[in-house]
Nanobody, 123 residues
Framework: VQLQASGGGLVQAGGSLRLSCAASGRTFSTFGMGWFRQAPGKEREFVGVISGDGGTIHIADSVEGRFTISRDNAKNTVYLQMNSLRPEDTAIYYC?????????????????WGQGTLVTVSS
């Protein structure tokens, strides 16, 4: 399985971005999918996860109410909608996948990682 993330860029504080992650493979609908991020000089951080059918979503407290996750299984794509962005959201964002449907918040559980897309929020 290959994951290709896109949609990062430079945005002013208060703005919005939507990240996309396209996955290869024919069993995408069984995959748990998620997003992690890593800011400069900081450890990798859980952002959110969505179940295979899209019916269950977990969002980190730090982005709750501002970020949402969705997926389109017909397009093998998962999205991260980011609103009300803050400078502290600046990071490389990684999409992740696992074939077991796990909803884990631990990065060590996820076998498939995209290449990362940089989000920079200016103040």
């Amino acid at each position: 399985v290959q994951l290709q993330a896109s949609g990062g860029g430079l945005v002013q504080a208060g703005g919005s971005l939507r990240l996309s992650c396209a996955a290869s493979g024919r069993t995408f609908s069984t995959f748990g999918m998620g997003w992690f991020r890593q800011a400069p000089g900081k450890e990798r951080e859980f952002v959110g996860v969505i179940s295979g059918d899209g019916g269950t979503i977990h969002i980190a407290d730090s982005v709750e109410g501002r970020f949402t996750i969705s997926r389109d299984n017909a397009k093998n794509t998962v999205y991260l909608q980011m609103n009300s962005l803050r400078p502290e959201d600046t990071a490389i964002y990684y999409c992740v996948g696992n074939p077991w449907g796990s909803m884990s918040h631990s990065s060590s559980v996820w076998p498939y990682w995209g290449q990362g897309t940089l989000v920079t929020v200016s103040s």
